[in-house]
DNA sequence: ACCTGAACACCGTTCAAGT
DNA sequence: ACCTGAACACCGTTCAAGT
């Protein structure tokens, strides 16, 4: 609102319009993004930032690939490769659980940016050093990649809805014994929310899989 | 446009609603999916939906669990645990394909629907013949479901978007040896798009682990 | 009880007009 | 080259007024 504070005029640029909408993302979550929000939090119009974006889909994936310039591997270098793994993967997934939100805007932007690229070739080193074969390396980076993203976008679901974590609690306590007998049983161990345990489980079954497994015969097929 | 050719006025009921719901889905797409385009296609007015909807969001939960009805177990009784267990997850996956966007929207709706729990019901019923622990069992239904969805999720956004498959190709054939040697040595293996013999291996790795790895610590101090 | 039109507070995107 | 106001074609949701 005061406008005098400021110096003169921020000069207008990419970084600065996918910072403020990585603020407005963190405090808002993605239901308060908007090109609008944007522009008037750096006081201008809506029509001023299509001179450096063609439109809200690439402002998305400028703003992920800012995001993950924060996922940093393991300081020491002398730890095992499973351990440099799961600390990439865990980095990820901090950076994403940051920002409500931005897990379902890496679900559904198709990610090419510099710092994709740059995890994807450490995730590979790791796969690697752990013996992979290529073609399991390849697809183990997108496996990694995607059932964390999908984890975390799952728990920002919990996160956003509010009363989310109740209504399944309630939709399993009620199943009935005769209709879904297993569920009735496991009920206890369907509710558990442990999510630490549930994501360290799940990488190394995914971990042991990828290193462990024969390629896909489509997959050599292919090539 | 002719209303004379409909019974005197559809009566309107949930059901109907959300089958018309599904049916823009089918042809539109996530984004041409809205209350006053459903309200239109039934030749009313937006705000008529909210006698029997709370919100979008409840449309979108009412969405998902009626497209989940079409996901059905195998016939054949006498087959091996893990044939049908694949063969529930192929049909999950079949499900979500057909609809553009259905994915993404399972990925941001807290699925308690009835046919949620029938599904759930199974996949414990095979993972347990398989010989999955308990706590396994119960992570394994969300492992694997969240697996799908996300995967066909993301197979979304390729179709979708349009040229995202040309984009990720020239972004990973334009790697530096020098950077990004690993990218560079097995950019082909990236690029291969053979999503069924994908979804098999990563199917078989996440079931082995489910069925042969020790249950969660935590998980089990959880209870 | 169910339906409706109009209104409210928003969107993304375009474009002619300004500097 | 960069910025802007106004306009266009949309949104979800609410509400008073109708039947």
């Known amino acids: 609102v005061s406008r005098r504070s400021r110096p003169a005029k921020a000069p207008l640029n990419r970084e600065a319009i996918v910072s403020t909408a990585l603020d407005i993302l963190e405090r808002d979550g993605l239901a308060g993004l908007s090109l609008r929000r944007v522009a008037t939090a750096l006081d201008t119009g809506a029509a001023s930032l299509y001179v450096y974006l063609k439109n809200l889909n690439e402002l998305h994936a400028l703003m992920l690939d800012q995001a993950l310039a924060e996922v940093r591997p393991l300081k020491g270098r002398g730890c095992f490769w499973r351990d440099s793994l799961k600390a990439l993967l865990l980095s990820y997934r901090r950076v994403l659980l940051k920002r409500r939100g931005l897990a379902h805007l890496a679900m559904s932007t ?44 799952e728990q920002d679901n919990w996160r956003t809805s509010g009363h989310g974590v109740g209504r399944v609690r309630k939709a399993i306590s009620a199943v009935s014994e005769k209709q879904f007998p297993l569920l009735f049983a496991l009920k206890d161990a369907m509710l558990s929310v442990d999510s630490n345990g549930r994501l360290h489980w799940a990488l190394d079954i995914l971990i042991d899989g990828i290193v462990g497994s024969k390629p896909p015969l489509t997959q050599r097929a292919a090539n």
Do not use: C, F
């Not at 740059?118 to 183990?140: S, Y």
């Open 110 to 153: 198709i990610a090419t940016g510099p710092n994709s690229l740059r995890i994807w070739e450490l995730l590979l080193r790791h796969l690697r050093d752990g013996g992979a074969e290529d073609a399991n390396a390849a697809l183990g980076v997108d496996l990694l990649t995607l059932y964390v993203t999908a984890i975390v976008a």
